[in-house]
């Protein structure tokens, strides 16, 4: 009987350290994806991670426009970001491209079909992006610590063109906006600041 209770409490023990570092995990996850958002809209944003079979969940669910993706542990250095909900559509679909083995170009043209067809909506209002990032040696996934990290910008604006829009196709100075992708469904404004300037 003693041996029987014993079993029972080791595990009860055992189930209680699991449950305490896999919340101390997500709050982690959550923590370091929100580095990407605006600190004003921090507090109320959703985010996505990934559980230990590295599904995506929901690791919050906030209340305003944001939705952040927390950094993809099987991706070398540290990467979040954080967006704008009218893009979830073409970031979800994305997501599920990537997962079943797509290269870059064939998401790019599978979407881009996809929203000329009406099957995959894209926001025609501008809408916002931001990415921060590190390299390996500056992220601690442990301690929760990001070193040296980098933000940059990207505003969606699909079918946009140089001349409607008036960017240039490249930068001609460091943190210079300019317009990528034009004319698809995937035209962005870029925004690189020096990386000086965010020390």
Avoid at 103 to 108: G, L, W, Y
Wanted: proline residues 6%; aromatic residues 8%.
């Amino acid at each position: 009987m003693k041996s029987i209770y014993l079993a029972m409490l080791m595990s009860c023990v055992v189930y209680n350290v699991i449950a305490q570092n896999n919340q101390a995990e997500k709050d982690i996850q959550v923590k370091l994806a929100l580095l990407a958002a605006p600190v004003e809209l921090r507090d109320s944003a959703t985010v996505h991670g990934t559980d230990n079979m590295g599904r995506q969940i929901v690791l919050r669910q906030g209340t305003n426009e944001m939705i952040c993706l927390a950094d993809d542990p099987t991706q070398k250095g540290f990467s979040v970001s954080c967006y704008h909900r009218d893009l979830e559509p073409f970031m979800k679909r994305g997501r599920e491209l990537k997962m079943m083995g797509k290269s870059f170009k064939e998401i790019f043209d599978m979407r881009e079909e996809e929203v000329k067809s009406g099957k995959l909506n894209m926001n025609k209002e501008p809408s916002t992006l931001y990415a921060y990032s590190a390299k390996a040696e500056d992220f601690d996934s442990i301690a929760g610590t990001v070193k040296n990290g980098y933000l940059r910008y990207v505003v969606y604006i699909p079918y946009a063109t140089s001349k409607s829009t008036g960017l240039p196709l490249k930068p001609d100075v460091p943190g210079m906006p300019w317009i990528m992708d034009p004319g698809t469904h995937r035209a962005h404004i870029m925004i690189n600041p020096e990386p000086k300037l965010q020390q």
